[in-house]
């Protein structure tokens, strides 16, 4: 057990002093197990690894590029034309919350109006600050800049030959367990490997069928920026809550100040009310399964620590390493109940 905590927490080390330049490896990984199921079929049908793996990065990442490119110029032009909006918004929603804020001022006696103006304000301008500094910080940094770079040309290499050498690596791994635990660690890897393609395959095709359902439904009930609204609650869907919770309270909000009638506002609710259901009964149940064994607030728990700790870079590892510790909780606990010690030791 010493051993296993001392490589934990070295590798720890490791990854927190090689934070900068592990992104493009990281995300080469993630590129290489996404596409491994392609080439699995593609060597099934008689081609070799190396062709396989070629054909399935190709096609993935022709696959990225075509979504950009028809996305992308889509989301430049909504994105210019909310921040050449955004003071009209600003007052009109000035203008729909001061009959409430002089309601509650009258009934319940509650600071001033200018008072609450102010803090408005302030708090307004210390989140665009915020905002400001969090993307230069990713903008212009050095690091952020090499990234960027890396992650273009460094990580479709990396993908391939992943994809290309993984059974080989996996076999050399294999040689080197303990042989006494050698099928538990094997069961163990198993479990995990179920665990994330449940999860961040199954979650990543739900995230893009909800970032389109949203994009087309609130572009079809006339939201301005539905497409930037939609597609931002389809990938905030991979936090558990977030993408409905956030992008139906922002499209609400919209509706509240674009629309002049309740009708259309309800039509937007709406829209995110079938969300909600299509996710949950139809897409989370066929797409990622039920055995998933990843609870909502460990997936929220770990996103929000590996950001903290490492930035993008964690954020990309945080679900495969909470699943994996997920996996080894559920080990420990059943070999715990499966002990003496918990039974009792003349049981």
């Known amino acids: 057990m010493a051993t296993w905590a001392a490589a934990i927490l070295a590798a720890g080390v490791v990854l927190y002093v090689l934070k900068d330049v592990l992104l493009p490896f990281v995300a080469g990984f993630l590129v290489a197990y996404m596409a491994d199921p392609l080439v699995r079929r593609l060597t099934r049908i008689g081609l070799g690894r190396a062709v396989a793996s070629m054909i399935a990065i190709l096609l993935f990442f022709l696959a990225a590029t075509g979504l950009m490119l028809m996305t992308v110029p889509i989301l430049r032009t909504q994105i210019v034309t909310f921040a050449q909006r955004l003071p009209s918004y600003i007052e009109r929603a000035r203008a729909l919350i001061e009959p409430m804020l002089e309601t509650l001022h009258t009934r319940f006696g509650l600071t001033s109006l200018d008072d609450l103006s102010k803090l408005a304000s302030s708090q307004a301008s210390e989140a665009l600050g915020w905002i400001a500094t969090l993307l230069a910080s990713l903008v212009t940094g050095g690091a952020a800049i090499v990234n960027i770079i890396s992650l273009m040309f460094i990580t479709p290499l990396v993908a ?26 094997r069961g163990q890897l198993l479990e995990i490997d179920r665990t994330l393609d449940g999860f ?14 949203y994009a087309v439904g609130l572009s079809l009930a006339g939201l301005d920026f539905g497409v930037l609204v939609g597609i931002f609650a389809g990938v905030a869907s991979f936090i558990p809550f977030l993408g409905a919770f956030g992008g139906g309270l922002l499209s609400i909000g ?20 079938f969300g909600q259901v299509l996710e949950g009964y139809v897409l989370t149940p066929k797409l990622v399964g039920d055995r998933v ?18 930035g993008f870079l964690g954020l990309l590892l945080a ?28 049981g």
């Open 160 to 185: 391939y030959y992943l994809l290309r050498d993984w059974p080989k690596v996996m076999e050399r791994l294999d040689h080197w367990l303990p042989r006494a635990e050698a099928g538990t660690i």
């Open 200 to 213: 961040v395959r199954g979650q990543a095709t739900v995230c893009l069928v909800l970032a389109i359902f």
């Open 254 to 273: 919209l509706a509240l100040i674009q629309f002049p009638t309740w009708n259309p506002v309800f039509v937007v609710a709406g829209i995110f009310v």
């Open 293 to 310: 064994g990843l609870h909502p607030v460990w997936v929220i728990f770990a996103l929000m620590v590996g950001g903290a700790l490492f």
């Open 319 to 346: 679900v495969p390493v909470a699943a994996a510790v997920g996996v080894l909780v559920r080990f420990a606990v059943a070999r715990y109940l499966d002990s003496p010690f918990y039974r009792g030791f003349g």
